[in-house]
């Protein structure tokens, strides 16, 4: 069976069509809030129910029990604030605003409370660290002075160029169900895949009936990979690779926050909400730069003996010379001087130089994916 | 201060109370009370697993399927 939602129930707040054109009608009589893309996917996300059991953004209280218990004020665990600021206050508790992403109504949203709150504070608490280098605290730093608690509805989607690979919870719910798959373990990812995911998953789905790759779409750094790419590399990885009934792949569209270990928290509940009973927790999940020790996050879960899903910790894999295939520190007996480690940033130095990596480092067929595109890369 | 709200007290025996303590001794919990609770959510979690899996509408349900078919996702 899979995973119950978090919270106990999914949350969908969709309109009914009739009120939703309703509103559409009037909407030069609500206050209208302008919002970002990281805002409006998180409403997306609210919305659909991968954020259960959130129905709004957070109000005072909730939002300071996370901070301060990594968990919402009904005990409910949750590591991430999902807030929405403002500059200023445009409108009062009580209204019903419009929240826009480029002149499209996004959302409605019932103004519980407009409250301010520490930047630091939030800084130091979810992040570790108060460096404005660290991305996440830059953008906590860079928001509005106040921050606006309440439940929200969707009226639009946000426009997505993958709608077809976007998935919701209800539907990868019915999806696994349709499979019979009763275990799940997803991955989440932000990468094309090499070798060392691939073991990886491969070695968590030996245990449970389904694998689920959930990459992330959203905002990009310059050097990322563009996400129609991992898209397609994983689409022929799985061609030539995966077992047809043992795996799927869908895409959510989320903001990365770089928490690290409570970030990784936030990744295994959004699984949870997709059904999925397993994650697995890769080495520094969730990290930028040297914030976090590489295997803090999965120290974090031991604080979360209710998080109704299980984190599944498998090492970093790597390709050992002696052993002949890719192993982990855990089973390879060999000395350094016969690892070879494959990582994102060399395989991505070497596409670059147009230069094909070996074949225990990356599959042929996702090389020649990467190099079908003109422009693999953000730039 | 805010935190005093977030607590209250539950009385359990006092052999209980000095064998959880005894059972602590050395472990990352640093009292009985962090201990107590990490043990009742644990025991709430595993109950709630137990319950009844939501169930949708067997409209909607069709319909999904007939999405997740039309995007190659269902046979
Ligand atoms: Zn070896």
Not at chain 1, 258 to 276: L, S
Not at chain 2, 3 to 31: C, M, N, Q
């Amino acid at each position: 069976m899979v995973s119950k939602p978090h919270g106990g129930k999914l949350v969908r707040r969709l309109v009914a069509e009739r009120t939703r054109e309703r509103i559409l009608s009037e909407q030069k009589e609500y206050p209208s809030v302008k919002i970002d893309h990281g805002r409006a996917i998180d409403l997306e996300n609210i919305a659909h129910g991968v954020y259960s059991p959130l129905k709004g953004f957070l109000t005072s209280d909730d939002f300071q029990s996370v901070l301060d218990h990594m968990r919402l004020s009904d005990d409910t665990p949750w590591t991430i604030p999902i807030v929405l600021d403002v500059m200023e206050k445009t409108f009062d508790e009580g209204d019903a605003v419009l929240l826009y992403y480029e002149d499209i109504p996004i959302a409605r949203m019932h103004v519980e409370e407009i409250y301010t709150y520490d930047k630091r504070e939030f800084a130091q608490k979810v992040f570790k660290t108060t460096d404005p280098n660290h991305p996440g605290v830059a953008k906590v730093y860079s928001m509005g002075e106040y921050l606006v608690g309440g439940e929200i509805e969707l009226l639009n989607e946000v426009p997505n160029p993958f709608a077809k690979y976007t998935l919701r919870p209800v539907e990868t719910r019915i999806l696994f169900k349709e499979r019979g798959w009763k275990t799940i373990v997803a991955f989440q990812t932000r990468n094309v895949p090499h070798l060392g995911h691939e073991y990886v998953q491969k070695a968590a789905l030996t245990f449970v009936d389904g694998l689920f790759i959930n990459p992330v779409l959203g905002k990009k750094k310059k050097g990322d990979y563009r996400d129609e790419v991992i898209i397609k590399a994983y689409e022929v990885l799985f061609e030539h690779y995966y077992p047809k009934n043992a795996a799927t792949l869908a895409t959510v569209r989320y903001e990365m926050r770089y928490a690290g270990p409570r970030e990784a928290i936030h990744h295994a509940i959004m699984r949870k909400n997709f059904g999925a009973t397993h994650f697995i927790v890769g080495r520094d999940h969730a990290g930028v730069g040297d914030y976090y020790g590489p295997y803090e996050a999965w120290d974090m879960f031991d604080n979360f003996p209710d998080l109704g899903i299980t984190p599944m910790f498998i090492r970093e894999a790597f390709y050992c010379r002696k052993c002949g295939g890719m192993v982990n520190a855990k089973i390879c007996p060999h000395p350094e001087e016969f690892h070879v480690r494959i990582s994102g940033t060399k395989l991505r130095k070497m596409i670059m130089a147009g230069e094909q990596p070996p074949e225990y480092m990356m599959r042929p067929e996702v090389y020649e994916v990467i190099r079908s595109f003109e422009k693999p890369f953000v730039e | 201060m805010a935190d005093e709200k977030k607590y209250t007290t539950v009385s359990i025996p006092k052999p209980l109370y000095d064998k959880i303590k005894k059972r602590i001794e050395g472990t990352g919990f640093t009292s009985v009370s962090d201990y107590v609770t990490y043990v009742l959510r644990e025991v709430l979690a595993s109950l709630e697993e137990e319950e009844k899996e939501e169930v949708f509408t067997e409209e909607e349900e069709e319909k999904v399927k007939e999405r997740l078919r039309a995007l190659g996702y269902l046979d």
